[in-house]
């Protein structure tokens, strides 16, 4: 049980475009989503957090109108990269908890691999 | 910041040994938990210790919680080529978040 999953699992786009990643919870429902980002070698960075039905909370340092985040259902939070550069290139997790707040354990999306040329 | 930090950055093993990480943060916490990551994948939940726990185990993984040193340790036992991977120890702080070091990484040779 407590699958997650990611769509799509790799992009690659070019600069200037947007992009939507999903994160989808298959067995619970979530109503705490993470958005996580990870360059090479390095721990992954909170970037988000979102309940449904609500705006997410943004990260300090973390550009809320570039990185576009959408919970609108309890299985379902997409992140938008708009107008992405290749400095936006990099591995973005989700990951979904099905309680909020608590001292719960979250389940990780596979990730996403985007590649901005 | 809350974050884990965990040493070594790197172990190399060979199959059989036992593998320890060591991880430790700063302030107080309500739990920790360790996760493993594979190459290119997302995170896979290891084991969740509490705050008023100090030891807990899972299969082959031995985890131990310091509160007083606020360090943690993992301890895999009987290591096997497949349990190469990156693990990361994440402190839950009271604003419900998991905050990620940068790892260490366990190569485990046949």
């Known amino acids: 049980g407590a699958v997650v999953s990611q769509h799509p699992s790799r992009v690659i786009c070019k600069s200037g475009t947007s992009v939507k990643i999903e994160c989808r919870s298959l067995?619970?429902?979530?109503?705490?989503m993470f958005w996580y980002r990870q360059f090479p070698k390095k721990s992954l960075m909170l970037m988000a957090t979102s309940n449904e039905g609500s705006k997410a909370t943004y990260e300090q340092g973390v550009e809320k109108d570039k990185f576009l985040i959408n919970h609108a259902s309890l299985t379902l939070s997409t992140l938008t990269v708009t107008s992405a550069h290749p400095e936006d290139s990099s591995f973005y997790i989700c990951?979904?908890?099905?309680?909020?707040?608590?001292?719960?354990?979250?389940?990780f999306g596979p990730g996403t691999r985007l590649t901005v040329l | 910041s809350q974050q884990g930090e965990e040493d070594p950055q790197a172990l190399s093993i060979q199959e059989g040994e036992n593998a320890t990480m060591n991880c430790s943060y700063k302030t107080s916490i309500n739990n920790l938990q360790w996760y493993r990551q594979n190459s290119g994948r997302g995170l896979v939940h290891l084991i969740l210790i509490r705050s008023n726990e100090r030891e807990k185990h899972s299969g082959r993984l031995r985890v131990t919680l310091d509160t007083s040193k606020k360090s943690s340790s993992l301890l895999i036992t009987a290591s096997r080529a497949a349990d190469t991977a990156s693990y990361f120890c994440a402190p839950w702080d009271s604003n419900y978040k998991l905050t990620f070091g940068k790892g260490t990484l366990l190569t485990v040779n046949p």
């Open positions: 067995d619970f429902q979530a109503t705490t």
């Open positions: 990951s979904a908890s099905p309680s909020v707040g608590g001292p719960y354990e979250q389940f």
